[in-house]
Each structure stands twice: as structure tokens, then as C-alpha cells.
């Protein structure tokens, strides 16, 4: 009897383990919206403090105020979404969010150097830019290990390209990317079965969705959209300098 509680507990661990982490393994995430929560009450906090800074006559300066590569800054704006929504995959472990946050607290002590002239500008954007290779290593050593690099890096360029070129609303998009995402998670039967009719996955549930060879693809067709996007804001910007 004692043997069969014991089983009966190991069952309950197991059960709540999978309804938690949604199997952890290859392909399997779990569900994004508690992660999606704290990133909409994060900006939500960030807004509130700009509008602060604009009740009293001051702005709140950000990444793409500062004076430098277009191209480049751009770039590195990209990185942000591809860290959120990053966050948003693999919230099961928390090696992404410590980066991501190791990001932002020595970007802060970056532009507290240059704010206060110890460093340059340009020294500060080359140290922020090499911050950010190193979260992005961490990160996709991460995604690489679940299974979906591809994946993430295209929702990730996505994600940048529809807010960079139709300035779409913060909180919509990433409210959008978390059902698509939670849609992913989700076992569909209807979902697996035009996945096979149309030749992108086969298998059952919701783990081929990100082994598809498509997503490969179009990561790097959306990379080459986004770089395309950081030229075209570099060379914008040098012609009106030089119309100035």
C-alpha cells in the first residue's frame, strides 16, 4: 500500500512536471503567457516612466536617440526583440532572462560612463554592441537546445520588421506573438493536419512545428529583409546629412 502511494505521488509529480514545463525537451515550450505578463507589465512600467520624464519637461532618452550608425542602432534595437521574444520561448529555464537582463544593467552602466564623460559615445556603442554577442551566444546556445533556432530567429526578425516598417503597437504585436506562440504549444489536431496536407510537418502534436526545414528558411530570408531594412535606414540617413 505504501509502495502504491508512493507510485500514486511519483504520477502527481510527473503530471504537474508536463502541465508546467510541457515536457521539456526538443521542440517542446512552454505555455508563454506568464512570461507574456510580465513583459507587458514591463512595458507598461517603461511607459509610465517616460511619461514622467515628459510631465516634467524632460525626455527619456532610448537606443534610438543616440547619435551613430543608423544602420547599426537599428541592428541592435532588433537584438531587444529577438531577447523578448526569446524570453517568451524558453521560459522553462532562466539562462535567457539572466542574459537578457545582464544586457540591460551593463548597457545602463555604459551610458552612465558616457553620461558622466568617461567614455565616448562610440566607445559606448561598440561596448553595447559587444554586450549584446554575447547575451545573443547565450541565447542561441538555448534555442539550439530545444530545438528551435530557426524558429525563433524568424518570429524574433519578424517581430523587428513589423514594428520597424509599419510601427506597429508594441502590445498588439507582442500580444500577437503570444497567441501564435501559445498556438504552437497547444496539441491541434486541425493545426497537424494542415501542416501534413500542405507538406510542412508530419508527426504528431505540436513538437514538429518548429523542426519544419521552412522555418531555416525563412530565418534567413527575414535576416536578409532585416539587414536590407538597417542599409536602407543608413543610407537615408548620410543623404539628409549630407543635405544638411
Given amino acids: 500500500m505504501q509502495f502504491n502511494n508512493h507510485t500514486h505521488a511519483n504520477n ?3 503530471i504537474e512536471t508536463d502541465i508546467l514545463y510541457k515536457e521539456q525537451g526538443k521542440g517542446i515550450i512552454p505555455s508563454p503567457f ?3 505578463t510580465i513583459v507587458i507589465c514591463t512595458m507598461l512600467a517603461a511607459d509610465a516612466i517616460s511619461h514622467k520624464f515628459q510631465i516634467i519637461g524632460q525626455r527619456s532618452r532610448t537606443l534610438r536617440d543616440l547619435n551613430g550608425s543608423k544602420g547599426a542602432i537599428l541592428l541592435m534595437s532588433a537584438a531587444q526583440f529577438h531577447a523578448t521574444l526569446h ?10 532572462q539572466i542574459a537578457a537582463l545582464s544586457v540591460v544593467q551593463l548597457s545602463a552602466f555604459g551610458m552612465t560612463l558616457r553620461r558622466k564623460g568617461i567614455i565616448s559615445q562610440s566607445l559606448g556603442l561598440v561596448l553595447y554592441g559587444l554586450v549584446l554577442i554575447v547575451g545573443m551566444i547565450v ?9 528551435m533556432l530557426g524558429f525563433a530567429i524568424a518570429l524574433g ?3 523587428a520588421i513589423v514594428r520597424f516598417e509599419w510601427n506597429m ?4 504585436l507582442w ?3 503570444a497567441l501564435l506562440l501559445q498556438c504552437c504549444v497547444v496539441q491541434s489536431d486541425v493545426i497537424v493536419g494542415v501542416g501534413r496536407s500542405i507538406g510542412i510537418w508530419s508527426g504528431k502534436g505540436s513538437t514538429c512545428i518548429y523542426e519544419s526545414e521552412y522555418w531555416i528558411d525563412l530565418s534567413f530570408a527575414s535576416t536578409l529583409g532585416l539587414l536590407y ?3 536602407k535606414r543608413e543610407l537615408s540617413s548620410r543623404q539628409c546629412g549630407k543635405k544638411l
Fill in 12 to 14: 502527481n509529480d510527473t
Fill in 34 to 36: 506568464a512570461a507574456y
Fill in 87 to 96: 524570453s517568451l520561448l524558453t521560459n522553462d529555464r532562466l539562462c535567457v
Fill in 139 to 147: 541565447i542561441v546556445d538555448d534555442l539550439y537546445s530545444h530545438g
Fill in 157 to 159: 526578425n519578424l517581430a
Fill in 169 to 172: 503597437n508594441k502590445y498588439w
Fill in 175 to 177: 500580444s500577437i506573438m
Fill in 229 to 231: 531594412i538597417a542599409a
